[in-house]
């Protein structure tokens, strides 16, 4: 009965912002590691922030000051605020928790593009 749903993906210029978000029902994100991972095409998928139970988050170097991540508790949500977007950041966006032999949605298209 777990199911996590992602939403906020979409069409956005490189150097504009998006904001994803990610439903979840029978798990609590606060309950173990939650993330961020995202796959382009041809590409492995990787991480790109994700926050401990305890709400510290992390980030590569490579998503550090672009990317934020947050969990709202009392909704039991997951987001990704993304800035200064560019080409390579298009990917699927998929939300993660328990790490990668845990729980996955089915993720979320966001495309850079002029």
């Known amino acids: 009965q777990v199911q996590l749903v992602e939403s906020g993906g979409g069409l956005v210029q490189p150097g504009g912002s998006l904001r994803l978000s990610c439903a979840a029902s029978?798990?609590?994100?606060?309950?173990?590691?939650s993330a961020w991972y995202r796959q382009a095409p041809g590409q492995e998928r990787e991480v790109v922030a994700f926050v401990t139970s305890g709400g510290v988050p992390n980030y590569p170097d490579s998503m550090r000051g672009r990317f934020t991540i947050s969990r709202d508790d009392a909704k039991n949500t997951l987001d990704l605020q993304m800035s200064s977007l560019k080409s390579d950041d298009t990917a699927v966006y998929y939300c993660?928790?328990?790490?990668?032999?845990?729980?996955w949605g089915q993720g979320t298209q966001v495309t850079v593009s002029s």
């Open positions: 993660n928790h328990g790490g990668i032999t845990g729980n």
């Open positions: 029978g798990i609590r994100f606060s309950a173990t590691v």
